[in-house]
């Protein structure tokens, strides 16, 4: 398809996403998350589930008449990569993108997105800056880390008070974000951490953080960060400090942590949404993906899945591509998707849902904590 070059790039973009170019048979969609890097794991959840909805759409026979191209972008969970990505996706004339993953990927391009009228729906962003400071094209099938942080910091005040709680993060959007929504409500309960402290990500060794929680004597440890930082941190830490607990968030929801952290897995525990495996709307897709993909569903992957089919439905409901009419029919709709019947509110929020619970790692895998 060629694109007819405006006095401003970004007009021609808003043109093709409305639909409005010649001769366009098909719909072009975009999925952007990690597919390399630490954050490798939950990026292939988002990457199977969101192809898996646009795949079973086409089977159905496209939307609205139009076959789905789907357009799978790397951001590597990282900023500019993020952007850089984003601008390729705008310059394909997407008109959603399912992503990003990484809050703070999400947080740096959702003004792109919005400059050139694509709507943008995030599995697993639990920055509440994502919505509340995103535009009217910008929603999340997730909670938000205000709520993810004050359920860890209530469990850890009813059942740790006595510990030495350690918090640490990796400064990014999601994981610093995570440790200070804990931190602040811990201290609300009158709980004040032994130490509050910052680690760079992708790191091979994390001696450094390492030696200060042995220096505090921690045996409760919440992390903010991505699964594969916190492996090495946990499995390091074990060997000095053998009883230490650690408490994280939704990141952890992958079987690979298990791999990454070693037999120092066992007993970790970490909030994420409800598995929506369990979930009777789910059953076909779950046996799909597990047949087809030969994939376990687990973490993001329904998320995702979820996701494409709400938009799905509102551009079927609005009867149009243009996105100001999707973004009013996702705001003012509900939707049956395999996680549940969900909605969005005016900022973009997910409703319907339940937010956040726990789950525990055993030596083999992780399940709901009774």
């Given amino acids: 398809m060629k694109t007819i070059i405006f006095g401003s790039l970004i007009g021609a973009f808003i043109l093709i996403a409305c639909g409005i170019a010649t001769g366009q048979t098909e719909i072009k969609v975009g999925i952007a998350g990690p597919l390399s890097g630490s954050s490798l794991a939950i990026g292939e959840q988002q990457e199977v589930g969101a192809q ?10 496209g939307l609205l008449g139009k076959e789905i191209v789907v357009i799978s972008v790397d951001d590597n969970c990282e900023e500019r990569q993020a952007k850089a990505v984003a601008r ?161 968030g939704d990141s952890l929801v992958n079987a690979q942590f298990m791999f990454v952290a070693g037999e120092a897995v066992e007993g970790t ?44 439905q509102a551009v079927i409901q609005a009867g149009s591509l243009k996105p100001e009419a999707v973004i009013d029919s996702l705001k003012a709709g509900s939707f049956d998707t395999v996680l549940g019947r969900i909605g969005f509110d005016e900022k973009g929020d997910v409703t319907g849902m339940s937010t956040f619970v726990w789950y525990v790692f055993g030596k083999e895998d992780y399940s709901l904590a009774k």
Avoid at 52 to 61: D, I, V
Avoid at 140 to 166: C, E, F, H, M
Avoid at 281 to 294: C, P, Q, S
Wanted: proline content about 3%.
């Fill in 269 to 312: 525990c970490f909030t994420f949404g409800p598995d929506m495996r369990l979930k009777p709307e789910a059953g076909d897709v779950v046996a799909a993906i597990r047949e087809e993909d030969a994939y376990e569903p687990e973490g993001y992957t329904l998320y995702s899945y979820g996701a494409v089919q709400a938009w799905a």
């Fill in 88 to 248: 390729q996706l705008v310059s394909e004339g997407v008109i959603l993108v399912v992503g990003h993953l990484c809050s703070a990927c999400s947080l740096a391009v959702s003004k792109i997105y919005e400059e050139a009228g694509i709507i943008m729906i995030s599995p697993a962003s639990t920055n509440p800056k994502v919505t509340d400071e995103g535009g009217p094209n910008v929603f999340r099938v997730i909670g938000r880390d205000d709520q993810q942080g004050t359920i860890a910091a209530n469990y850890l005040a009813d059942n740790q008070s006595k510990s030495n709680i350690a918090i640490i993060h990796d400064g990014q959007a999601y994981g610093l974000g995570l440790a200070m929504f804990t931190k602040r409500q811990l201290n609300k309960r009158g709980i004040t951490e032994v130490m509050f402290n910052s680690y760079i990500k992708d790191q091979k060794d994390y001696r450094s953080i390492v030696d200060k929680l042995v220096l505090k004597q921690a045996d409760v440890l919440y992390a903010g960060g991505y699964s594969g930082d916190i492996g090495i941190i946990l499995r390091q830490a074990k060997k000095e400090l053998p009883n230490l607990r650690l408490f994280s």
């Fill in 52 to 61: 898996k909805a646009f795949e079973h759409l086409n089977a159905q026979g």
